[in-house]
């Protein structure tokens, strides 16, 4: 087990104000993507202090590394580049990495499981927000959708549908506050449901098959009865959208299965650096498929062929490379009982990006990333003995 010095007070100060600004970066990302980035900033000047005042070694999971190494290739991606200089722009995203070693680094031992209650709280008034929006507000059509303070529908559910996801972990693997999560898990549910959005009911379905069979098989007989309520019970606006995601002449469905073969096209006129990244949208019209619906999308609305197609096939692997070490890693820490719950965590949002991201690019949001790489990282930084 690792474990990371003592520290001095002016740099125990440091660590106190960094672990304070992720904790703000876990909740305030389900608000406000400008605030989020405001205390990122903090916690990384914060980490380079502590750093280097202590003269450490700069310690991360070993699933960083694969990440790393896709970061690298996404770089050599904008360099070829048709647009280099819109392609590196689009690149900043990549500094987000840097929330896996900030929250190794900071969220360490009984940290990590208090993140995710901050986080749980922080999302249950964000759930509210957007059911009161739904209910009040009207905003209970496709032209007007929940979606809490946040830029857009999809970004909003994401989040919801990772923070169900730890919900759930924590009551079916936790040892403490579970009953918190217990009441913020309906709550989770509804607002994603309300949202209209498809993709992420699929990516919590699936983490909570996931998770119910990690617990115990038989529990995978709650969801098809949670399922059959919803349908009887939903409004009918609400059920007919879920059932249409079966319907393959809805223009949304057939809008994507035409995105999959630009996406083809984009792949064997690039196959070693893509298009580019931020291309796709650019060069839209070059590969649109006849059957396309929408005359220009901004991705391909599918995680590994939107990869792919705009930073290339090697990237692609690095990418899978990240994905696979990092399942084997969590699995393997299901049998270690002080992070049971945060690895079945990482494991249900991993299979949540996983699902939800065959019919949305959610891997390219920057609000969703964050979330994402926060609950990823929390099962090894709760390995690590806390410093202060």
């Excluded at 790489?373 to 099962?379: E, G, K, N, S």
Aim: glycine share 6%; aromatic share 10%.
């Amino acid at each position: 087990m690792a474990h990371a010095p003592a520290l001095d007070p002016p740099a125990d100060r440091l660590e106190q104000i960094g672990l304070l600004a992720l904790f703000g970066v876990a909740g305030g990302v389900l608000f406000s993507i400008a605030v989020a980035q405001i205390l990122l900033a903090l916690a990384v000047v914060c980490w380079i202090a502590v750093v280097a005042t202590r003269h450490e070694r700069i310690a991360v999971p070993a699933f960083f590394w694969p990440l790393l190494a896709y970061a690298g290739a996404t770089l050599v991606s904008a360099a070829f580049s048709p647009e280099p200089r819109v392609s590196l722009i689009d690149c900043k995203q990549l500094v987000l990495f840097l929330l896996v070693p900030l929250v190794y680094r900071f969220v360490t031992g009984s940290r990590a499981t208090t993140m995710v209650t901050v986080i749980l709280s922080f999302a249950a008034v964000s759930a509210a927000f957007g059911i009161f929006q739904y209910a009040i507000l009207h905003y209970d059509n496709l032209g007007r959708r929940p979606q809490g303070t946040l830029g857009h529908y999809m970004t909003y559910s994401g989040l919801l549908m990772l923070v169900l996801a730890a919900a759930l972990a924590r009551i079916l693997f936790g040892r403490s506050e579970r009953t918190w999560a217990a009441a913020v898990l309906p709550a989770l549910a509804v607002a994603i449901a309300v949202t209209f959005t498809r993709s992420a009911a699929v990516g919590a379905c699936a983490a909570a098959a996931m998770l119910l069979s990690l617990k115990d098989f038989r529990l995978l007989a709650v969801l098809p009865i949670v399922a059959a309520v919803f349908l009887a019970l939903a409004p009918a606006t609400l059920s007919a959208r879920f059932v249409t995601m079966f319907n393959m002449k809805d223009p949304s469905s057939r809008d994507r299965l035409a995105m999959l073969r630009e996406g083809a096209h984009m792949i064997r006129a690039h196959p070693l650096v893509g298009v580019g990244p931020n291309m796709v949208e650019v060069l839209y019209s070059q590969y649109r498929d006849p059957d396309a619906v929408q005359k220009v999308n901004p991705h391909l609305h599918n995680v590994p062929m939107q990869i792919a197609a705009e930073r290339g096939l090697p990237a692609l692997g690095l990418w899978l490379w990240f994905i696979v070490s990092l399942i084997v890693s969590l699995g393997r820490r299901l049998g270690h009982d002080r992070v049971r719950f945060l690895a079945a965590s990482g494991l249900a949002a991993v299979t949540a990006m996983l699902a939800a991201g065959m019919f949305e690019y959610n891997f390219g949001d920057s609000e969703f990333l964050m979330m994402f790489l926060v609950l990823i990282t929390l099962p090894f930084a709760g390995e690590r003995t806390t410093t202060t």
